[in-house]
């Protein structure tokens, strides 16, 4: 039997991938697991493994094709099938539209939506199921499309009208939230507002958000997820150093002013380099807005930085200076992407960015090190803490790491061989793996 292998879905806003290379060929023999393509996205580059064992019969998108998620890439035949051209191609029409093969047949058909009737009081026609089954669900029954007889409601139609209103409120959605002072930080959120853990996440110095896309989807199915724009990056307000407190401490109470004000405490703090300074600053000045926290190759558990990074943000923003910085963080040059490059670009051009990225960066590091070190108050901390270091990291030294335990001996820490400063991009999958294991470890609220 034929399998199309389709572009996957990595992370919660990826819509297409760039295919770089392929590591078969036509008429090639693969094998279940091993990588057969390799696909670039907006942030990650990575291997898409043969789904099953077999030949390869036919490449669709050749290396350069842009091509949508779950749209075919290939076809692999079982050893010995005879596939005509005719047939892959009737085949790959399934992935867009094409009438379905046995293999992917069409869904039963169901009658068609339309408002309910009312009787002359203007009650909804809805079935006695239906109408206890919308009680419990909570939905309105005037906003239920009726399918049964007469314009009459039935409890398959309310369970319907209600996976549709979840579906929309675990929709990825940005949120932008109005401080105490006028400015706004924007956030990209996810999943169920029902879940029992909110997963915060904050990037690095001149990151933003998208420093999360590869993930996110890893955990918004369980949890809440928002991925959050601090002061000055991203989508969020870039006010004047001269009007705004840009020490890590300022944004810490920034961050929870914004925790507080959309709901999202207390949450599971996970903070990558700056952002994971910011998480556990916060942790010791408002622990109650905090359920736990995950810190990621992070500022402020040691002294040294590595100087070429306040030489990239002191440098005027150009792709040379963005390459460079990019080429400091992964070790995998691979993620050195051209659109990253862009984006940074873009990101450090965009009003106000700029100097809000040199004012955050002059407060936390200098070239003796860094300004702010918490590593003797980490015995203050009273909540779980996870620490994920790239063990290649050449910005902040992995030996940060290594000391952390000492001062929790209940931390988790994970060392992740052969990466970089950046191991939620350049080792997702992995990435994901460590921070759910151990978030099933900790205590339930």
Not at 19 to 48: C, H, M, Q, Y
Not at 64 to 79: K, L, N, Q
Not at 364 to 390: C, I, K, S, Y
Request: charged residues 20%; glycine residues 8%; without cysteine.
């Amino acid at each position: 039997m034929p399998t199309i292998v389709t572009m996957p879905k990595w992370g919660l806003t990826m819509t297409s991938g760039t295919i770089t290379g392929w590591s078969r060929e036509e008429g090639d023999p693969v094998t279940e697991g091993v990588p057969l393509l390799t696909v670039e996205t907006e942030k990650a580059v990575d291997d898409v493994q043969a789904p099953t064992s077999g030949v390869l019969r036919k490449i669709v998108a050749a290396v350069g094709s842009e091509v949508p998620v779950m749209g075919a890439v290939a076809v692999i035949t079982a050893p010995g099938e005879d596939l005509s051209d005719e047939d892959v191609q009737a085949l790959v029409a399934t992935t867009s539209g094409g009438a379905p093969t046995a293999d992917r047949a069409a869904p039963r058909a169901a009658r068609e939506g339309r408002q309910a009737a009312r009787d002359a009081s203007g009650r909804v026609n809805a079935s006695p199921a239906a109408r206890k089954r919308a009680g419990e669900l909570g939905i309105d029954l005037a906003t239920v499309d009726a399918t049964g007889p007469g314009g009459r409601i039935t409890s398959e139609d309310v369970e319907r009208a209600a996976a549709t209103v979840a579906a929309s409120a675990a929709a990825p959605r940005t949120e932008a939230v109005e401080l105490a002072d006028g400015t706004k930080m924007a956030a990209l959120i996810a999943g169920s507002a029902e879940a029992t853990e909110t997963i915060v996440f904050l990037h690095g110095l001149g990151g933003s958000q998208s420093t999360w896309a590869s993930v996110l989807g890893n955990f918004a199915e369980t949890y809440r997820v928002a991925a959050v724009d601090l002061p000055g990056h991203g989508a969020s307000d870039k006010p004047s150093p001269s009007s705004t407190d840009y020490s890590i401490s300022g944004m810490a109470a920034k961050l929870g002013e914004f925790l507080e004000k959309s709901t999202l405490a207390p949450a599971v703090l996970t903070g990558h380099s700056l952002g994971g300074a910011t998480a556990l600053q916060l942790a010791l000045d408002r622990p109650k807005l905090v359920r736990a926290l995950v810190l990621v190759d992070s500022a402020a558990l040691g002294l040294e930085i590595n100087g070429e990074l306040l030489d990239r943000v002191e440098s005027a923003p150009s792709r040379d200076e963005a390459r460079r910085l990019l080429e400091l963080f992964f070790q995998d040059r691979r993620f050195v992407l051209e659109r990253g490059i862009d984006e940074m670009y873009a990101a450090r051009n965009a009003p106000g960015a700029d100097d809000a990225v040199k004012a955050i960066a002059a407060s936390a590091f200098t070239r003796r090190g860094q300004n702010l070190v918490l590593a003797d108050r980490l015995g203050e901390l009273e909540v779980p803490v996870l620490v994920v270091w790239g063990e290649l990291d050449r910005v902040i030294p992995s030996t940060h790491a290594v000391a952390t335990p000492t001062a929790i001996p209940t931390a988790w820490l994970e060392i992740m061989e052969g990466v970089g400063h950046v191991p939620q991009i350049e080792a997702a999958p992995a990435f994901a793996a460590i921070v759910n294991r151990w978030l099933l470890s900790i205590p339930r609220p």
